[in-house]
């Protein structure tokens, strides 16, 4: 059976506050056990839009397409699940997730991932860390991809971070698995970091509050895992200040 299903509107609640309102109509087609959304686009009033298209069929992927446009960093809190308490660290995070776009083909157990994203106007702590734009692939469990930061306050070497990942193996499947760290794969990482504003690291440190600062860093990690990595680098920091939380 076949089943063709159009709406030219819908709204969806989430919690008590949130609501998405659809933008457009939407088609969705229900036929030999596939799902196939040819288009489904949704907005919050005056904030991110999020749209999705592709097939999805027995637990394989058919170019799958996962957008997300302007979306505040200051409020990712507002969708923690009632009851939560709020993250003390995000709520210090300011700028906007500009774009993310998430391509998904292959397998729940094999995923073939794409995924992009760009985050403008960076600030933690109201302390500027610049913008930042990400690139992964994901294929056969191993992770390959780039991250760059740039700080349009620094008026020459404004690159403050590139992060090059040549191979990380990491198992993203969707399905349920052992480990997600293969071993028996070669691992190969580099960062480069010049006046790296460390707002960017301190939601990751929950023990220490208000950190400022910079930081020029070179670090590489390469060889064969589990037991044979080798991890080099060093790091310097300046104008730094934090406090530790008792």
């Known amino acids: 059976p076949r089943y063709s299903i159009n709406l030219d509107s819908l709204t969806?609640?989430?919690?008590?506050?949130?609501?998405?309102?659809?933008?457009?109509?939407?088609?969705?087609?229900?036929?030999?056990?596939?799902?196939?959304?040819?288009?489904?686009a949704l907005q919050?009033?005056?904030?991110?839009?999020?749209?999705?298209?592709?097939t999805y069929n027995q637990g394989a992927f058919d170019n799958?397409?996962?957008?997300?446009?302007?979306?505040?960093?200051s409020e990712i809190n507002r969708f923690l699940p009632e009851g939560n308490e709020r993250i003390e660290?995000?709520?210090?995070?300011?700028?906007?997730?500009?774009?993310?776009?998430?391509?998904?083909?292959?397998?729940?157990?094999?995923?073939?991932?794409?995924?992009?994203?760009?985050?403008?106007s960076l600030k933690y702590n109201s302390f500027?860390?610049?913008?930042?734009t990400l690139n992964l692939t994901h294929k056969d469990a191993v992770v390959t991809g780039s991250a760059l930061v740039v700080n349009p306050l620094l008026k020459q070497d404004s690159v403050t971070l590139t992060l090059n990942i040549a191979s990380l193996p990491l198992n993203?499947?969707?399905?349920s698995v052992e480990d997600r760290f293969v071993s028996g794969k070669p691992i190969d990482l580099s960062l480069q970091a010049r006046r790296l504003?460390?707002?960017?690291?301190?939601?990751f440190v929950p023990a220490i509050d208000k950190l400022q600062g910079f930081a020029?860093?070179?670090?590489?990690?390469?060889?064969?895992?589990?037991?044979?990595?080798?991890?080099?680098?060093?790091?310097?920091?300046?104008?730094?200040?934090?406090?530790?939380?008792?």
């Open 12 to 40: 969806i609640g989430y919690m008590k506050s949130l609501r998405w309102n659809s933008v457009g109509n939407m088609h969705i087609v229900l036929a030999d056990n596939a799902l196939t959304i040819d288009s489904l």
């Open 44 to 54: 919050r009033d005056s904030s991110e839009r999020i749209s999705l298209r592709g």
């Open 64 to 73: 799958i397409q996962i957008a997300v446009e302007s979306l505040p960093l």
């Open 89 to 120: 660290s995000l709520s210090l995070l300011e700028g906007r997730l500009t774009k993310l776009g998430v391509t998904l083909n292959g397998t729940m157990e094999n995923p073939d991932i794409e995924l992009y994203a760009r985050l403008d």
């Open 128 to 132: 500027p860390i610049g913008n930042q």
């Open 172 to 175: 993203l499947a969707f399905a």
């Open 197 to 203: 504003s460390l707002g960017l690291v301190a939601p």
């Open 216 to 246: 020029n860093a070179e670090f590489k990690v390469e060889g064969t895992t589990p037991n044979d990595v080798t991890y080099s680098g060093a790091a310097t920091f300046f104008n730094t200040s934090f406090i530790v939380a008792s």
